[in-house]
């Protein structure tokens, strides 16, 4: 048995706007804005654009947002499996909000950095903007290091109550840990390689396509 539509779509739609919103974030930033270790560079494709990174800024904001959003549906939909994991995962998901809205108002100054840079170049400009860049690094870890433990509860949640497939739901679960362990090793400064993440990029978007089409299920199958 199926919710109605209705219901479906809104759930399904945010895991569709944090997948579209996140994969946006990251396009703008590491393709359209950031040379991957060269600061002057980025500072100067950021005087060239400045637009873009609002842009960026505006985006991770609806990510957010999003993010919020997403855990409130979820929390009311899993809680009667499990309302104390169902509640850490929502306020794991809350924090990292806060963490994405603060790690992104970290930018800001890159505008008149940027713009201060391309008139006048100096190695002050650059040392502030390295920590710019810095802060915004080490604040997307942070918002990482939260997401994982708390995607895990609620993808624990959804294999357990059968709303979704349970194949669609283990996706999720055992794709997010090797995400998870490798946060935790970065933040040790031991880096792996970005192909650990692969797998669960498209998962975002295939649950949330697969609620908005057939539905979650109100009943075990």
Known sequence: MNTPQPVSRILGFAFLLQFF???????????????PGDTAATLLRIAARPWLLRVNILDEMITAAGVIWLAVLLYEALRAHGRV??????????????LTAVTRLAAFPLLALSSQFAATPSASLLAEADRALASMNFGFTLLMLVFCPGAILFY???????????????????????VFFAIVLSVL???????????????????????LIKGVRTTPA
């Not at 797998?199 to 609620?211: K, M, Q, R, S």
């Open 156 to 178: 624990w949640l959804l294999f357990k109550s059968r709303l979704v497939p349970p194949a669609l739901s283990l996706w999720g679960f055992i794709t997010v840990i090797p």
């Open 189 to 211: 400064g031991i880096n792996l390689s970005f192909y650990i993440v692969v797998p669960y990029i498209p998962f975002e978007f295939a649950i949330g396509l697969w609620i």
């Open 85 to 98: 994991f169902a509640l850490t995962a929502f306020a794991l998901y809350f924090l990292e909000a806060v």
């Open 21 to 35: 919103t996140s994969l946006a974030g990251e396009i703008i930033l590491k393709m359209g804005l950031v040379v």
